[in-house]
């Protein structure tokens, strides 16, 4: 504990630590505010952040994240993809560095944990999230009509895809819900108004313009979390109702969601009356059924660290679906439990299930936490989303911010921001 405290006043000493606590804070809410529009500057002023925050952080402060679930078994993943490259067989060391790097993100979730539980200011970076996404939403508007319409993109998609849109207007949505309960009891009729419109507004562009089949899973779920939270069992039946009058009205006046919808039965049918058919449904299937079968190989500790592509080349034989080759699994789980085995699973859930009972408590702060890891966790069922580049790093600023204001004990008992 001296030594501890002689580095961080040597520390002190060095750098201004203060200042560069504020800047770190003001470029962790621009790196989340740039995620919506580019991977690649997010990740500079990730780096960036990294740069300020790290002179901050004493051995003691990173030790106590690391020693907690939250913040332990990330890390906990990250070490066994290290170990994995060892018994990655017949694949080359770059492809086994390849594989490790999707793993590398983890370790930040620790860092979030520790700065964000001291900092006073990690409502900045939710309100920058909150204020890109509307951007977002005010450009998918303008780009659904002809004249603005980005060639190459689907109308009201201006940027990346309909997976990342919905998974970011999604997140909002939940917390203007949460934000427009709260704002309400506590009389404040206008907020309330304006944060219920809000979500409305975000709800409406996921289901005519950007709908993913995730979030026609993660939309109802969380209907029901958010009623069973807030309402009890009397909030659970409403959602249901909510959830059951949302699908009528979006099938009806949602030509896109019904395209999406009839596409994937059309392929379901094709895959099941063809083998050799090649559609976007009857792929994933034939990628899980491969996964499980790579899983059944080596169940213990998996083929290694990088291994997927190297599977899956070696079982691409014959022609169609047969010779289908992939670089993941489009399954999350699929893609630890091929590399790491039922080692690497059991960490895997239980950092989700970490990272859900972290945010168990009342309140706004505790529910966009909950938001965060059902929807990941959910559309991780049928994307390698955590080892996505913008999909891992909106999970793990996600729960390193909003895990370090609930760490902090911010005393919000009820839905509203400070």
Known sequence: M????????????????????????????????????????????????????????????????????????????????????????????????????????????????????????????????????????????????????????????????????????????????????????????????????????????????????????????????????????????AAVLASVIIAGVAWFTSPFLRERIHFTMVDAQAYQQSSTEVTSTAARAEMYRKSLRFIAAAPVIGHGTGSIPDQFRRAATGEGLSALAANNPHNQIFAVAIQLGALGTVVLLAMWVAHFLLFRGGGLIPWIGTVIVVQSFVSSLFNTHLFDSFHGWLYVFGVGVVGGLALRGTPLTEAEPP
């Open 2 to 237: 001296k030594t501890d405290a002689s580095t961080a006043r040597l520390i002190d000493r060095i750098v201004d630590r203060a200042r560069l606590e504020k800047l770190a804070d003001w470029l962790a809410a621009a790196a989340v505010a740039a995620m919506p529009w580019s991977t690649s500057i997010s990740e500079i002023l990730i780096v960036c952040w990294l740069v300020a925050v790290l002179p901050t952080l004493d051995v003691a402060m990173v030790r106590r994240e690391v020693q907690s679930a939250a913040g332990g078994l990330p890390v906990l993943l990250w070490v066994l993809g290290v170990l994995g490259m060892v018994w990655a067989a017949d694949i080359s060391w770059a492809e086994r560095f390849a594989g490790l790097k999707s793993f590398h993100k983890l370790l930040v979730i620790p860092l979030l944990l520790a700065h964000f539980r001291r900092s006073e200011r990690g409502w900045l970076v939710l309100y920058a999230f909150l204020a890109s996404c509307i951007a977002l939403l005010i450009a998918s508007v303008i780009t659904s009509f002809g004249p603005f319409h980005r060639p190459g993109k689907l109308p009201g998609i201006p940027v990346r895809d309909y997976i990342a849109q919905s998974t970011e207007f999604l997140i909002c949505l939940f917390a203007l819900l949460a934000v427009a309960y709260g704002q309400w009891r506590a009389g404040r009729g206008r907020h309330a108004a304006i944060s219920a419109i809000l979500a409305g507004l975000f709800l409406a562009n996921i289901l005519l313009v950007s709908t993913g089949r995730t979030a026609l899973i993660v939309v109802p779920l969380l209907l029901l979390l958010l009623g069973f939270r807030f309402f009890g069992w009397k909030g659970t039946a």
